[in-house]
């Protein structure tokens, strides 16, 4: 039996590769573009919309990805080409889209590039949409190549529930249900699980409805694991200032890491300290217990 490639696994899910565009988005003019497909997008999908040549001619599909280490790219998801609308056509809503996502002159485009851009009507289709952020393939040496048709290797399929690998203390922005994948399975998240315990600190948890802010801190054996294991279990780790507030509305971040020769009395000043800077013990909605 011949190796799986990106090919073949498009005809398992019944798509035909001679239809379907492979783009690849870099940081470039989106950061963080897995992150903005999962918390705006429709961003992402104004701006792979907008295209000043028909880059998209002869496919009634394309298969999204991210860029991802050297020269590989992480599958997004795939999106049906709906219609083309050439550049005379373009309606004043359609150029508002641009700007409404600010892509304008004011963040790097040129002042008159709504004159040249045509747009692709495209809708999301789920159809692989359980690979997303688990297919991981090779994009070639030809990287400039944002669109391709070839045929790609695939060099890993993440574990289910894998949320992406931990980068970075300060780059840590979980979402509730994240929070939970890493707690209760922890095999196909086994970066963050080990990323969490070796540290212990401070930590905010925000409501992004609410708009509460509640301060608190990690100082058992296990650091940040073992704290924010008790929020996966029942939304609100034991705290009062949490109880009846939707914790799908909550994500955690870490404010501070702290030496391993701190005390549990030296991590609750540091946490008093923060709850002073942010004005939390003065926040109604998300106090301390």
Known sequence: MGKLTLHSLLELYGLDPKTVKLVRHTDKEIKNVMDVFKNNRGKLEAYQSFQGKPVFKGATHIAVFASSTSTSAVFIGIWDIVDFVPQPKLTLELHAIIDNYGFNKENGYKDNWHETVSWYDMKFNSTMN????????????????????????????????????????DKVQLNYEELKQIVEKPNSNFTWVSALKSVKGVYLIRDTVGKG?????????????????????????????????????????????????????????REDCWKVKLGAREDHNMCHN
């Open 130 to 169: 359980e690979l997303s952020a688990r297919l991981v393939i090779e994009w070639g040496k030809s990287a400039i190549s944002w669109v391709q048709s070839v045929d790609k290797e695939i060099l890993e399929i993440k574990p289910v529930n894998y949320i992406g690998d931990f980068i970075s203390y």
């Open 213 to 269: 802010l509640y301060v608190g801190s990690a100082s058992g054996k296990d650091g940040f694991m073992q704290r924010w294991s008790s929020y996966a279990r029942n939304g609100n780790g034991g705290n009062i200032g949490l109880m009846g507030l939707d914790c799908n509305n909550f994500v955690f971040s870490i404010l501070e890491i702290v030496s391993a020769t701190f005390s549990e009395a030296d991590i609750l000043y």
